[in-house]
């Protein structure tokens, strides 16, 4: 028995090029609950890039799937939520039936692309060629079907473009290569401006944790179903989208702000990706080496632990969020989500895999909290600076269960740190502190080489434990 809905089946008016877990256990997820809601009519048509949709399993099933939503709520309880979606009309491929897709692309229904083709698929392919059915490369085939709708609907029939890659800014990305493979395939400059006058590409921020298919859980979630479903997808219960509105854009055509609680509309997506890179990508960068000298496996086993929630607390509270530009009741209740999401059960995080190629991370998401942190208190920021220690401590190995646990990282920076393992403590850490090429500047100031230095020699001279963990919170 498969998935079933009494909804009624909305009209195809979004392409989407993806059909991975992450679109549909998020912005698909999103329309199907803005359709019942609202009473609306937007269907889904996935483009499959690669491969055939010979024996699709969600074509199979008249495209319905399950989405199981899981969590930990506002009040602490963990919740399970499954959601028949039932506003994906079907897949079809581009390789074997790129006739039916560029017919889709001619149909004046069609309003809306959607996307998520990882940041390798926003690229410029100086390969593609016009004639090619289909361009390989993501944006090449958009442009082909850009065209194509261009020469069978002419002006006003412009899409709006919301690309969910990773890709910073990926919307104007997207648009300048499109419009770098209308001229390297020489079409009409009439077509140039269509693509720049009349189609929207919007620049997003996207963010729900999605991972995917629970292949080891899936027969006891079955049996509470009542059915099978092979496309299932299991996804957090939190989710967030920015729709980048700039000055002389048009409102999104897809009003998902108006109906859904986790999307905004905003002139500037910027602040948004800052407070995700700070607080949620920064604390976990911040409390991994800790847990890791540890011996915690995971996320959720740290920051369940009073010790763990107490460091993830101040480190937010006191380094984090001060340093941030946007309201404080936004900033403290993403904090709180943040809190809840990294205790989810149903997702099992391993802060090894978190700590691949750790140190540019640090880089990129705490180290302009220190800095702002250092000038405002004229000292170093305590927290993140003890991070600091653990992160030397663990790429040297100076902790119990190293063997199991190595650095993982470019063979460069692994390089340069084993340039300092036969150097004394305060040699070790002014040498990690300055090297330009790990920081893109020296950070070894003599007061944070003090701070380091002091938490570096207590993390090495003794096995890290949650007890001494507090202690050294408290005495940060």
Request: charged share 20%.
């Given at each position: 028995m498969a998935p079933t809905t009494n909804r009624p089946r909305p009209t195809p008016r979004i392409l989407q090029f993806g059909g991975g877990n992450f679109l549909r256990g998020f912005v698909d997820w999103k329309i199907d609950r803005m359709n019942e809601a609202a009473g609306m009519d937007w269907g889904v048509v996935i483009l499959r890039s690669v491969g055939s949709t010979e024996g699709s399993a969600l074509n199979a099933q008249d495209g319905l799937y399950t989405v199981l939503s899981r969590?930990?709520?506002?009040?602490?309880?963990?919740?399970?939520?499954?959601?028949?979606?039932?506003?994906?009309r079907g897949?079809?491929?581009?390789?074997?039936?790129?006739?039916?897709?560029?017919?889709?692309?001619?149909?004046?229904?069609?309003?809306?692309?959607?996307?998520?083709?990882?940041?390798?698929?926003?690229?410029?392919?100086?390969?593609?060629?016009?004639?090619?059915?289909?361009?390989?490369?993501?944006?090449?085939?958009?442009?082909?079907l850009l065209h194509h709708r261009w020469r069978a609907l002419g002006a006003g029939h412009g899409w709006h473009i919301i690309p969910c890659e990773l890709t910073d800014l990926s919307g104007d990305a997207l648009r300048r290569i499109v419009l770098e493979h209308a001229a390297d395939w020489g079409l009409e400059p009439a077509f140039a401006a269509w693509v720049a006058e009349d189609c929207a590409f919007f620049n997003t921020l996207v963010d729900r944790i999605v991972p995917g298919f629970p292949k080891t859980e899936i027969a006891a979630i079955e049996a509470d179903l009542g059915y099978a479903d092979p496309c299932?997808?299991?996804?957090?219960?939190?989710?967030?989208?920015?729709?980048?509105?700039?000055?002389?854009?048009?409102?999104?055509?897809?009003?998902?702000?108006?109906?859904?609680?986790?999307?905004?509309?905003?002139?500037?997506?910027?602040?948004?990706?800052?407070r995700k890179v700070a607080i949620l990508n920064g604390a976990h960068t911040a409390l991994c080496p800790l847990a890791l000298l540890m011996g915690v496996p995971s996320v959720a086993e740290a920051v369940t632990h009073p010790v763990g929630a107490a460091f993830l607390t101040r480190v937010l509270q006191t380094e984090v969020i001060p340093f941030l530009n946007l309201a404080p009741e936004d900033l403290q209740s993403f904090a709180a989500a943040v809190?809840?999401?990294?205790?989810?059960?149903?997702?099992?995080?391993?802060?090894?895999?978190?700590?691949?190629?750790?140190?540019?991370?640090?880089?990129h998401r705490n180290l302009d909290r220190m800095q702002a942190y250092s000038a405002r208190h004229n000292h170093p920021a305590p927290l993140l600076s003890l991070s600091l220690a653990a992160w030397l401590a663990f790429y040297l190995g100076h902790f119990d269960g190293a063997a199991a646990l190595p650095p993982r990282d470019a063979a460069e920076v692994l390089a340069r740190i084993a340039l300092l393992k036969?150097?004394?403590?305060?040699?070790q850490v002014r040498g990690f502190l300055g090297d330009a090429g790990l920081w893109g500047q020296s950070l070894a100031s003599e007061a944070l080489v003090a701070e380091v230095l002091r938490d570096f020699k207590s993390l090495t001279e003794a096995p890290l434990t949650w007890d001494r963990l507090e202690d050294m919170i408290g005495a940060g």
């Open positions: 969590g930990v709520d506002e009040g602490g309880q963990a919740v399970s939520e499954p959601r028949v979606v039932a506003c994906v897949e079809v491929s581009c390789q074997t039936d790129w006739p039916m897709v560029l017919a889709l692309a001619a149909d004046p229904l069609i309003t809306v692309v959607l996307s998520n083709t990882t940041e390798a698929g926003i690229v410029h392919d100086p390969s593609a060629k016009a004639t090619d059915a289909p361009p390989k490369a993501f944006p090449a085939k958009l442009a082909a299932l997808t299991a996804a957090e219960l939190f989710h967030f989208l920015a729709l980048e509105r700039r000055e002389g854009q048009p409102e999104p055509r897809l009003p998902l702000a108006t109906w859904d609680d986790g999307t905004i509309v905003t002139p500037d997506v910027t602040p948004y990706k800052l809190q809840r999401r990294f205790a989810n059960p149903y997702i099992r995080h391993l802060w090894h895999d978190i700590s691949l190629n750790a140190l540019v991370k640090v880089r036969p150097l004394a403590p305060e040699a």
